[in-house]
């Protein structure tokens, strides 16, 4: 089995990676959303609409 992240062969003791770093950089994607699922629901998409709109009225 090959790391998701790098490609090298995955360490047993951070399977499915190769190291820390890569089991690290994994983690940072889902918490950063990288991995999300999309929504369709209705709700959902009206909220993200609402905070897209507020965040566009911001300064930079």
């Not at 991995?35 to 507020?54: G, N, Q």
């Amino acid at each position: 089995m090959s790391c998701p992240i790098c490609q090298k062969a995955a360490d047993q003791k951070y399977r499915p990676f190769c190291s820390k770093r890569c089991a690290d950089v994994d983690l940072a994607k889902w918490l950063g959303g990288a991995y999300a699922v999309p929504s369709r629901d209705p709700e959902d998409i009206e909220k993200a609409i609402e905070a897209t709109e507020e965040a566009l009225r911001k300064p930079h």
